[in-house]
């Protein structure tokens, strides 16, 4: 009789199984079933930070053009967060900052210190760059921006995902944009109005997912028919391919994965690489 082991001789050629070798056999074992509903609201976070960097390129437009003014933006950027400040405290009744300790004295004082560090420098920001042609700062500005979108922290437990990475890259393209606008002033407002969308935003979002589910939802629906309206302005075309891309991250992808799902065919059994659950820390000794 044919036994499964390596250390004794068998009449038998060294790839022969009997079929007792295929009662073991399992399928899918780890495989996960997903809801419609639930990959949908997963995929807000995509869409959020679509919209952020799709608003983001907008101002800088904007500005660009002569049509918003760096203290209208400024203003309406600290106006906005102070409103997601106040929001942040009063979902979870300010828990997360008892948790943390931090004080709101504290977070004063760490705002009007960049913001002073931006200001003082938006005149080495603004002549940073005068040496690069403006196609190359165009370029380098939509790969770091591209950067930021594939290495932000949608959710996902991954080894790409690195949140300081992509915070980086998002901060580089905005120091690159901002040096092509007309004046320092324009540098300090987009650098800081980059740091709000890239850095502050994206920590309301987490927040609103974890605590309000659907105040989350509604907020994302807004915010991203508020960027289709601003590139409306810009390119019809382009607000009709942006809505297109929107709609197939949102609704698209996630039928197409849970119609994947059904094709999954996974086998496990004694082929398996062998796992080692002894705890042998006793020979580390």
Known sequence: ???????????FPDNYVDQRFLEELRKNVHARQYRYQAVVFQSGAVVQQLCSVCVFVLTWWYMDAGLLSPQGLFAAALLSSLLGYVLFDA??????????????????KSTL???AFTYGFSPVLKTLTESISTDTIYAMSALMLLGHLIFFDYGANAAIVSSTLSLNMAIFAS????????????????????????ALWPMLQKKLKA??????????????????????????VGAVLFASLLLA?????????????????????????????????????
């Not at 040096?179 to 407002?189: E, Q, T």
């Not at 105040?215 to 309206?229: D, E, K, N, Q, R």
């Not at 698209?252 to 799902?261: F, V």
């Open 175 to 198: 120091v690159c944009l901002a040096s092509r606008l007309p004046r320092s002033l324009h540098a300090f407002v987009m650098v800081t109005f980059a740091m709000q969308m890239f």
């Open 113 to 115: 210190v960049f913001a």
């Open 249 to 285: 991250i949102s609704c698209l992808c996630p039928y197409c994965l849970i119609r994947l799902q059904l094709l999954k065919d996974n086998i496990h059994g004694p082929w398996d690489e062998a796992e080692i659950k002894e705890d042998l820390s006793r020979f580390l000794m």
């Open 91 to 108: 979902v979870d009744g300010g828990a997360g900052r008892w948790a943390s300790g931090r004080t709101r004295w504290a977070d004063l």
């Open 1 to 11: 009789r044919w036994q499964k082991v390596l250390y004794e001789r068998q009449p």
């Open 211 to 236: 605590r309000t589910p659907r105040c989350y939802v509604a907020v994302t629906v807004l915010f991203a028919l508020a960027a289709l309206a601003a590139l409306a302005t810009v390119s019809s």
